[in-house]
């Protein structure tokens, strides 16, 4: 049985650093072929891919995104941490964690998700 | 960059119907690599349909998809109040990054 979980800060300032957490189960990300990744999306506004990172530590980013963010994993805690600097308001948003289908090295589709966890970003 | 086009934006229909949601893209996806998700509020995105037309685990033979090219479509036959959602079509064939569509509201009546 597949689980993911988001946790994080509910509420960032303007530029300030948000780090969020994704506590996984049922599976490994030290295991070959395994991928995780994050999604958003703001109020109103459509799904938006943010960044990967597989089994060997390759990483992938959103090229919007890729001068603000840093994808990492703790395969011992069954983690994967998205930070992302200089908040805005327009990264208000609700952040998905998400098991990622791969083939070869290309990522394909999301496989498992979690409940997400909403960030809004104002003074 | 693939652009994806749902239609409609919202679609309201009864219980036992039978819904046809559309997903078209810019260019051709290859391999038939689109996706469908089911967003529900206050739960866990999930994963319908994968490769165009295969169903993922779990999720009943009421949900199917077709197409192929820049055309796909999502069907639900039998409509019930729980698939009350916003279904999400997202294309693969051409990432990172994968995109998705903006979306298509069901609800019933």
């Known amino acids: 049985h597949i689980t993911l979980k988001e946790s994080g800060p509910t509420l960032v300032k303007p530029t300030q650093t948000l780090t969020l957490t994704c506590t996984f189960s049922g599976f490994s990300l030290s295991t070959s072929g395994e991928a995780v990744g994050w999604i958003r999306q703001p109020p109103g506004k459509d799904l938006e891919w943010l960044a990967l990172?597989?089994?060997?530590?390759?990483?992938r980013y959103s090229p919007s995104l890729k001068t603000r963010s840093t994808i990492t994993k703790d395969t011992s805690k069954n983690q994967v941490v998205l930070t992302l600097t200089n908040m805005d308001p327009l990264d208000t948003a609700t952040y998905y964690c998400?098991?990622?289908?791969?083939?070869?090295?290309?990522?394909?589709?999301?496989?498992?998700w979690g409940q997400g966890t909403p960030v809004t970003v104002s003074s | 960059e693939i652009v994806l086009t749902q239609s409609p934006g919202t679609l309201s229909l009864f219980p036992g119907e039978r819904a046809t949601l559309s997903c078209r893209a810019s260019q051709n996806i290859p391999s038939n690599y689109l996706a469908w998700y089911q967003l529900r509020p206050g739960q866990a995105p999930r994963l319908l349909i994968h490769g165009a037309s295969s169903r993922a685990a779990d999720i009943p033979d009421r949900f199917s998809g077709s197409g192929s090219g820049r055309d796909f479509s999502l069907t639900i036959s039998r409509l019930e109040p729980e698939d009350v959602a916003v279904y999400y079509c997202q294309q693969y064939g051409r990432s990172p990054p994968n995109t998705f569509g903006q979306g298509t509201k069901l609800e019933i009546k």
């Open positions: 990172i597989y089994w060997d530590d390759d990483k």
């Open positions: 998400t098991k990622i289908v791969v083939r070869g090295v290309i990522p394909h589709y999301f496989e498992y």
